[in-house]
């Protein structure tokens, strides 16, 4: 190890060596030790955030970067129901990278894991030609939420928002300086994401099934249908209601779009009865017999709809 790696592992350490009591062994040894709550099961899951595929460094901090690749990893577990317990953290840095920046992107990091009880126990530090987070999460629950269990009959439910963070990315794709309200709204939309962790748990013995919302509402909502075996309806009037003035200010066919098919919002959408939907979930469909997704106009009208997910290997 050279002697700047050693000194931005000493960095990395200051900044990110905070435990709980979930945590035996944490940073400083070869492999963190985790204590699992006695009766419930370990949640596993792992995010990558990589630089000109999805993100570039105008667009935001790294102090930015640290706590958006962080609360992205985090959204997975909210999904699941699952509590938090630590995550490690793999960085791939360039080699002209400052000490500064590594240091903020680290304290981006550590306020995301204060904020969401999740202590960061170690991980891995190598060069390469971008930047580059791997964040694997780990967490806790008695029983879990999945996208298997939606029936139909029951209800389509959305917590948080969806759109707004692909309008922001639009603007910064656009290069547009954000010198309205609604463009620096939209884009701290993108900026800075939160996973709806107590939502998620919230969700236990209400829905039936979970997903998080990172690859686009209809892109998320066929994942779901299919693991359900089941259609799902998406009533566009129920979903424009709850829509962000913002992105409603867009006009309500963009503001539509932007909602179905925009991606990274990480919300939540799940299914579950009528009577057991929780105050901060709202309606915007159903569960019914069949396969795929469809959008029912206010006039009735279904139309199929298909996802416009990015692939990362194509071509």
Same mark, same amino acid.
């Given at each position: 190890?050279?002697?700047?790696?050693?000194?931005?592992?000493?960095?990395?350490?200051?900044?990110?060596?905070?435990?709980?009591?979930?945590?035996?062994?944490?940073? *400083?040894?070869?492999?963190?030790?985790?204590?699992?709550?006695?009766?419930?099961?370990?949640?596993?899951?792992?995010?990558?955030?990589?630089?000109?595929?999805? !993100?570039?460094?105008?667009?935001?901090?790294?102090?930015?970067?640290?706590?958006?690749?962080?609360?992205?990893?985090?959204?997975?577990?909210?999904?699941?129901?699952?509590?938090?317990?630590?995550?490690?953290?793999?960085?791939?840095?360039?080699?002209?990278?400052?000490?500064? !920046?590594?240091?903020?992107?680290?304290?981006?990091?550590?306020?995301?894991?204060?904020?969401? *009880?999740?202590?960061?126990?170690?991980?891995?530090?190598?060069?390469?030609?971008?930047?580059?987070?791997?964040?694997?999460?780990?967490?806790?629950?008695?029983?879990?939420?999945?996208?298997?269990?939606?029936?139909?009959?029951?209800?389509?439910?959305?917590?948080?928002?969806?759109?707004?963070?692909?309008?922001?990315?639009?603007?910064?794709?656009?290069?547009?300086?954000p010198t309205s309200r609604a463009a620096r709204v939209a884009i701290d939309a993108w900026r800075r994401?939160?996973?709806?962790?107590?939502?998620?748990?919230?969700?236990?013995?209400?829905?039936?099934?979970?997903?998080?919302?990172?690859?686009?509402?209809?892109?998320?909502?066929?994942?779901?249908?299919?693991?359900?075996?089941?259609?799902?309806?998406?009533?566009?009037?129920?979903?424009?209601?709850?829509?962000?003035?913002?992105?409603?200010?867009?006009?309500?066919?963009?503001?539509?779009?932007?909602?179905?098919?925009?991606?990274?919002?990480?919300?939540?959408?799940?299914?579950?009865?009528?009577?057991?939907?929780?105050?901060?979930?709202?309606?915007?469909?159903?569960?019914?017999?069949?396969?795929?997704?469809?959008?029912?106009?206010?006039?009735?009208?279904?139309?199929?709809?298909?996802?416009?997910?990015?692939?990362?290997?194509?071509?």
């Amino acid at each position: 190890m050279s002697s700047k790696e050693h000194r931005l592992v000493a960095l990395l350490t200051q900044e990110l060596g905070r435990a709980t009591d979930a945590v035996t062994l944490g940073i *400083g040894d070869d492999a963190a030790v985790l204590q699992v709550p006695r009766g419930e099961r370990l949640v596993v899951s792992v995010d990558a955030a990589v630089e000109g595929t999805h !993100f570039r460094l105008p667009w935001l901090s790294p102090l930015q970067l640290g706590a958006r690749s962080f609360e992205a990893a985090l959204s997975d577990l909210a999904a699941m129901g699952a509590r938090p317990l630590g995550a490690v953290c793999g960085l791939v840095l360039p080699s002209a990278v400052s000490a500064r !920046f590594v240091q903020q992107l680290a304290r981006g990091q550590a306020a995301v894991a204060a904020r969401q *009880g999740c202590p960061v126990l170690g991980g891995n530090l190598a060069r390469g030609p971008e930047v580059s987070l791997t964040t694997t999460v780990f967490g806790s629950a008695r029983r879990v939420l999945t996208r298997q269990g939606a029936r139909p009959g029951d209800e389509l439910w959305l917590v948080g928002q969806v759109g707004l963070a692909a309008l922001g990315l639009r603007l910064l794709q656009a290069e547009r300086r954000p010198t309205s309200r609604a463009a620096r709204v939209a884009i701290d939309a993108w900026r800075r994401p939160a996973a709806l962790l107590g939502e998620g748990r919230a969700l236990l013995g209400r829905a039936s099934a979970s997903i998080d919302v990172s690859d686009g509402l209809v892109s998320d909502a066929l994942q779901l249908a299919r693991a359900s075996e089941l259609r799902l309806e998406l009533e566009a009037a129920r979903l424009l209601e709850g829509l962000s003035p913002t992105l409603m200010s867009q006009g309500v066919q963009p503001a539509l779009d932007l909602a179905l098919h925009g991606g990274e919002d990480y919300a939540l959408l799940a299914t579950g009865p009528a009577q057991r939907r929780p105050a901060f979930a709202r309606r915007i469909g159903r569960a019914v017999q069949g396969s795929g997704v469809v959008l029912v106009s206010p006039d009735g009208r279904r139309a199929p709809l298909r996802s416009r997910q990015y692939l990362h290997f194509t071509g």
